[in-house]
């Protein structure tokens, strides 16, 4: 079955670095998002992605943020200057785009900032 | 308001109990409904989308009513395995999913 994957499962950085989170969306999907859970919280959504551009963001995602799909098949996200506060699983999912069709998510990268 | 908001839980039964979670959302345009699961630090999985006019998917059944933009799941004959936090989602005009916070049930032998 196809799947969505993420690297690293786990990442941790100093305050002020920064992170790319790595996603390999299915293949033949065509719309990509990444949302975040704060330990304890609910999934909050960041930023959906289509046709090589942002469709939407939240406000969470913020100039700290951006993301891109480099080569047709991976799709990242980049956080400039890590916070304390962005410590969190950070999900990437995948979606093809016709009608109702679900969503499916990789399982997520536990991002840690000290 | 909460976008989407779940009873709080969590919830503890025994095996075998019959469950049934609630659910509201605020957007009456939302497009789509889903349940989805999620265990301890692990991605949300779907369990089933949610159609207006009901659905089963053997000891799960999904009711949603537009109207009253409520959304329900109902777990019969519950199993150990069903311990998980229930997550209900609805996609907007847009695409995106907005999760409600969650509610966790906890089954017992």
Redesign the interface.
């Known amino acids: 079955e196809p799947e969505v994957t993420q690297t690293p499962s786990h990442q941790v950085t100093q305050m002020g670095q920064e992170v790319i989170l790595r996603c390999v969306p299915i293949s033949n999907h065509l719309y990509f998002y990444w949302y975040r859970q704060i330990l304890g919280q609910k999934v909050e959504f960041l930023v959906s992605f289509y046709n090589n551009e942002i469709s939407e963001k939240s406000e969470i995602f913020d100039d700290q943020f951006s993301v891109e799909r480099p080569d047709g098949s991976n799709f990242t996200l980049k956080i400039r200057s890590t916070k304390l506060e962005d410590s969190a699983m950070y999900f990437c999912a995948s979606r093809s785009g016709t009608g109702a069709a679900e969503a499916f998510f990789g399982q997520g990268t536990r991002l840690t900032v000290v | 308001r909460k976008e989407v908001e779940q009873d709080p839980g969590p919830f503890n039964v025994p095996e075998g109990a019959t469950v049934a979670f609630n659910c509201t959302y605020s957007n009456s345009a939302s497009?789509?409904f889903?349940w989805y699961r999620?265990d301890c630090?692990?991605?949300?999985?779907?369990l089933m989308?949610v159609y207006s006019s009901g659905n089963e998917d053997g000891r799960f059944t999904a009711q949603l009513n537009r109207a009253s933009q409520y959304i329900s799941l109902l777990i019969r004959d519950s199993k150990l395995s069903d311990s998980a936090t229930y997550?209900c989602v609805v996609?907007d005009q847009?695409?995106?999913?907005?999760?409600?916070?969650?509610t966790e049930l906890s089954v017992k032998p």
Request: glycine letters at 18%.
């Open positions: 497009q789509s889903f999620q630090r692990k991605e949300p999985k779907l989308s997550l996609r847009g695409g995106k999913l907005i999760f409600g916070q969650g």
